[in-house]
């Protein structure tokens, strides 16, 4: 977000001042002249609530590195610029994967950083990405000054204008202007913002701009979507009535504060019955614990179908880390605002860390102690009575022995349990963005619901929706829907252009049947997912995790025509790489079946994001099921696929997908 132009004084008008004020008495040219001044610059980082503990490097126009400094708790920074170095400068804001970028055209002033910089950064880069900027600076000296960035500060500044008179936050300049992250003024505005910019290529990138507010369940948010190459045509839909109350992303912090002091306790002092698979909210004693939940009841606690307690089996549960003392130690932190529900819940976003340093990013729905001026939020959960979830799904889909049908894949997947309390429940349709309809349907076999083929009751064995695909090696003709048909695309596949043209929070509307030709569902939900699915092209760029070369070798050579043979393997042992800037895996899975029963099985295990070697054990996922040995074996077992999973903080779902087999047209 952008204020009106408002540089302060140039860096010409500094030093004069300063040589000015520092002259002799008049002594004569035996004057020892005085030292350089030390120069600074200072502000704040954030995105409604504080980028604390980040590191923060400033750029000269050579692309060198010339000062770095940590942001407190609160946000702020000062460096101290080195004698002779002169602007214009770029500033880097990293903390874990991310990054936020600004820009300074003065060596004595405040340089704020945060998404409206970063968006002002993009809109100076000529590729439209602001990671590059620096880079950019110096292939080309003339790329920015006070006088360019002003311009594009008052671009800007128009589009996102509705939302800054809506904050009252029209007089403070987003470059340069004085402001704390305390989620009032123009950090108001930073938590209501939705910036997302996306490189496709070396030289474009797809920017989508919206506002988090309140919006009926059903309802697909607004958004303004463009590219470096062109320019915004019009601004924010805004309604002040339905932003989120001034000085509530505090508020946020402190719930995170509160729930990581609860996980503190030991588990005996958290619960009474630790590590009990039997254990239900009512067994959480800890007034620290208890605290975190709304009205101070845990029992009120209801999330997609679950309850409080420990998912075991066929039993599916919410919160069962508070009961294991493995558990205690978890921080939460890192918490944004998302969106607020149609029931003026919100909807926040956070990451866990455990002992280890595993981390895992995702949401909670909270509710406010006063809708109009909340003073606490506590957790509540979404309330619907049946589980389901969705998240934009990508995929690099290797086939080992036949690396020419390899492909890229970017869409959606659906995470709708098929036990539980799901039992009853046999068909959902799901109705999302761009007219988007499928079905899916329960199976033997499966702990999940899958879609079916489109018209059809046939499924499809994957609750993977692939909206579009695209061969990895140029030089195959086709399209991997017409090989690989076991899986579920779209007909017709959507284009790149259609998928940018998705809302970031894009509204999906789940309906539940108990039976597969009802026409009644017994209930209708809705789920919103945080970001839109990449294009083909945005995820060329995303690196992924991969195996081992000498393994990826090793199971190649294993392979039959149908698939990888696992009987009598016990666990299957694996090694991974993480290249640079990829994200890190913290499940891995095995899809397969038992030949001789011809029942598919999937099994799943989670490893620490630092992780780089695993296995995956055979684990019955029922009574019925039977394709594990009792000494943990598979028995008789044929792997299909391989999976390394990974979510980055917006709720994306990456996959690296090793598959066994030839796909068959």
């Known amino acids: 977000m952008t204020r009106k132009k408002q540089y302060r004084a140039s860096a010409s008008l500094i030093l004069a001042t300063m040589l000015t004020a520092c002259g002799g008495s008049g002594s004569g040219g035996g004057d020892t002249p005085p030292p350089p001044a030390k120069l600074s610059l200072s502000g704040t980082v954030a995105t409604g609530t504080p980028f604390g503990d980040a590191d923060i490097s400033v750029f000269d126009k050579n692309n060198t590195e010339v000062a770095h400094a940590k942001t407190t708790a609160d946000g702020h920074y000062d460096v101290t610029l080195p004698a002779g170095v002169t602007p214009p400068f770029v500033l880097k804001a990293v903390r874990d994967d991310s990054t936020l970028v600004g820009v300074a055209v003065s060596d004595d002033a405040i340089a704020n950083i945060t998404p409206i910089t970063t968006l002002i950064a993009s809109r100076l880069s000529p590729s439209g990405d602001p990671d590059k900027l620096a880079a950019e600076l110096k292939a080309d000296p003339t790329l920015f000054d006070g006088t360019k960035v002003d311009a594009k500060v008052e671009e800007v500044t128009e589009l996102l204008k509705p939302l800054l008179v809506a904050v009252e936050a029209t007089g403070t300049h987003p470059l340069t202007g004085k402001f704390e992250a305390d989620g009032t003024g123009i950090d108001h505005a930073l938590d209501a913002l939705s910036v997302t910019i996306t490189p496709s ?122 009961f294991q003392e493995a558990l205690t130690g978890v921080i939460f932190d890192r918490g944004t605002y998302e969106y607020t529900r149609e029931n003026g819940d919100y909807v926040v976003a956070y990451r866990s860390v455990t002992k280890e340093g595993s981390t895992l990013n995702d949401t909670f729905v909270v509710r406010p102690d006063n809708p109009s001026k909340p003073t606490r939020l506590s957790m509540i959960g979404d309330q619907n009575k049946y589980e389901g979830s969705i998240s934009p799904y990508h995929q690099y889909r290797d086939f080992l022995g036949h690396p020419e049908l390899s492909y890229y894949n970017t869409g959606y997947l659906f995470q709708i349990p098929s036990n539980g309390t799901m039992g009853t429940i046999k068909k959902v349709i799901a109705t999302g963005p761009g007219g988007l309809r499928v079905q899916l349907l329960a199976g033997d076999g499966f702990d999940t619901l899958n879609l079916t083929k489109p018209g059809t009751n046939v499924s499809t064995l994957t609750p993977l929706l692939k909206i579009r695909a695209v061969y990895a090696d140029p030089t195959t003709s086709g399209n991997p829907a017409d090989t690989d048909t076991g899986q579920a695309f779209t007909a017709p596949q959507a284009t790149e252009a259609e998928i940018t043209d998705y809302p970031a929070q894009s509204a999906w509307t789940f309906e539940y049947y108990t039976a597969v030709d009802s026409n009644n569902p017994v209930a209708t939900q809705h789920q919103r997912t945080r970001a839109r699915p990449l294009t083909i092209a945005e995820l060329r760029n995303q690196q992924l995790a991969t195996l081992t070369p000498a393994l990826t070798a090793s199971l190649t050579g294993k392979l039959s025509a149908t698939g990888l043979p696992l009987d009598p393997v016990g666990p299957l042992a694996l090694e991974w790489v993480v290249p640079e800037r990829a994200l890190e895996p913290t499940t891995i899975s095995l899809y397969g079946r038992r030949i001789d029963q011809n029942r598919y099985f999937d099994d799943k295990v989670n490893v620490k994001s630092s992780a780089r070697t695993g296995a995956i054990s055979c684990t019955p996922a029922s009574v019925g099921d039977t394709h594990c040995s009792a000494d943990g074996n598979f028995i008789n077992g044929e792997g299909q696929t391989l999976n390394f999973w990974a979510r980055d903080p917006f709720g994306r779902e990456f996959a690296r997908n090793y598959s066994f087999y030839r796909p068959q047209n």
Do not use: W
């Open 201 to 322: 290529s070396a030289t474009s990138t797809n920017i989508e701009v919206a506002v988090r507010q309140q919006t009926a369940d059903a309802e697909q948010p607004d958004v303004v979507a463009f590219t470096n190459a062109t320019a915004p045509t019009q601004t924010l839909a805004v309604d002040a009535t339905k932003l989120l109350p001034r000085g509530t992303s505090p508020l946020i912090d402190d719930l995170l504060r509160r729930l990581s002091a609860c996980f503190a306790l030991p588990a005996a002092e958290r619960v009474a019955r630790p590590d009990s698979l039997d254990a239900t909210a009512a067994d959480i004693k800890a007034d620290a614990c208890k605290q975190v939940f709304y009205n101070n009841d845990p029992t009120l606690y209801l999330h997609g179908g679950k309850d409080i307690g420990i998912s075991h089996g066929a039993v599916r549960k919410s919160f069962g880390p508070m």
